[in-house]
């Protein structure tokens, strides 16, 4: 429950609808599937079989295989950490909105209320002032993330048996909703129809598969920590299938939820879907406002419903992050748990209130192009060539086998050593190309220059803590 509760959040709800949009609507559907099967789910039987296995989190897993892994571990725990960090606002900015929706405050044009409410300035080079209110969510998330934790891994169970379920009802209510206005066939169509033209450029594949990385969190040590408190006879593959089918089933639900209402906003504006609400991370902060701002009784209730739905989504995958680093701290430092998420919780506030000004909506955009797209697939790249090979994937499958349900063929040998690896290869060096010449989101070089630059600092921190001595 814990994992599904990592996997599935803001991920399913904000970002697979506005990657899937940027990337053509239902173009990118069949890279979404392809992705979720070739290297979504083999990965995440590694992690989770590695992370019962060994019991450690995964800087010590990647060590356990050979001594000289171990900075790959630590590449994936830092990677997490700074998801976490704009993570972290997209939740302030839905703190904001729950109070916002009392009000229905952004009024007849959720889109240009959105501009002002981020303060949003015309360049990523100007940051303009902080959003006190902003920042006062932040401030409140990252306490919230805190108090869930501080008492020990227990308390997670008790709030997973919340926080998964409930906001699950809520968006099927809310999809319901969605379908049953006007128009919302024909983006619904968009959404669904496949253009396989677009099916040759290769930032649609890299996108998928980032976007299963980011989703299924995987690459960051977090299915590792969270597997490694399993017991010795625990199912493996049906828990990596279970997780997998519940993170792209939830997804798949948010577009209906989502692309229903920019069918409707197509309708009532008269505009194209393709052009309709600006594509980017504030797809969901403008139709699922608009979408509440339309029902006919208690819109607002169910607005700030609403919104404590993405919050609860959204704060199982936060202190996930916070779990599977404090886990990496612990083992090495023998930091108690309760000081490293002290710390953790700190690092992550302060390094997200840059993130709370005019400019920083940008950044955030940036960061998570580059993390996830660039980032995740190096990191998952690494548990290929680290759990594949050098430890073997064939005897991770006999473990594997031995105690689950569902047994694995040879297939799955293959996938992780010549298919996964192959194919994270290729697009990570298409898609490269491809963003030098034709650039990302119309963003200035110079800021992509600082995506790529913060990547290389994940990288060299992770080196360093792996030499610091223990
Ligand atoms: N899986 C999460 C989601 O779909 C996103 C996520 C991945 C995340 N890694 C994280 C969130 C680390 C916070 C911290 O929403």
Known sequence: MAAIGSAVGLGNIW?????????????????????????????????????????????NSFKNVNKKWEWAGWWALISAFVISVYYSVIMAWCLCYLFHSLGLVWGENASVFFSQFLGKTSSPFVLGGIQP??????????????????????????????????????????????????????????????????????????????????????????????????????????????????????????GFAVFSVLGYLSYSTGAGIDSIAGSGIGLAFITYPTAISHLPVAASLFG???????????????????????????????????????????????MAIPLATGGGSYWIDVADHFISNFGLVFVGLMECIVFGYIMGAENIRAHVNRISDIKLGRWWDYMIKFVSPVILIFIAVASLVEMLNNGYEGLPSGALAVGGVVVVITLVISIIITKVKS
């Not at 990337?23 to 392809?34: C, E, K, Q, T």
């Open 15 to 59: 970002r697979f609808p506005y990657v899937c949009y940027q990337n053509g609507g239902g173009a990118f559907l069949i890279p979404y599937f392809v992705a979720l099967f070739t290297v979504g789910i083999p990965l995440l039987v590694v992690e989770f079989g590695i992370g019962q296995w060994f019991g450690t989190a995964a800087p």
């Open 133 to 254: 209110q902003i920042l006062f969510a932040l401030l409140f998330v990252w306490t919230s993330i805190y108090l869930i934790l501080y008492k020990g891994v227990k308390s997670i169970g008790k709030i997973v048996a919340i926080t998964v379920p409930l906001p699950t009802i809520l968006l099927v209510i809310i999809a319901i909703r969605g379908v049953t206005l006007p128009g919302a066939l024909d983006g619904i169509t968009f959404y669904l129809t496949p253009h396989f033209s677009k099916l040759a450029s290769p930032s649609v594949w890299l996108a998928a598969y980032a976007q299963i990385f980011f989703s299924l969190s995987l690459a960051q040590g977090i299915m590792i920590v969270y597997a490694s408190y399993l017991k010795k006879k625990d199912d493996v593959t049906n828990n990596a299938l279970i997780v997998a089918l519940a993170d792209g089933g939830t997804a798949f639900l948010a």
């Open 304 to 350: 700030a419903i609403f919104f404590i739905a993405l919050l609860t989504f959204g704060i199982d995958s936060a202190f996930s992050m916070v779990e599977s680093v404090a886990g990496g701290i612990w083992e090495k430092w023998r930091i108690s748990k309760k000081k490293a998420t002290f710390i953790i919780c700190l690092l992550g506030f302060l």
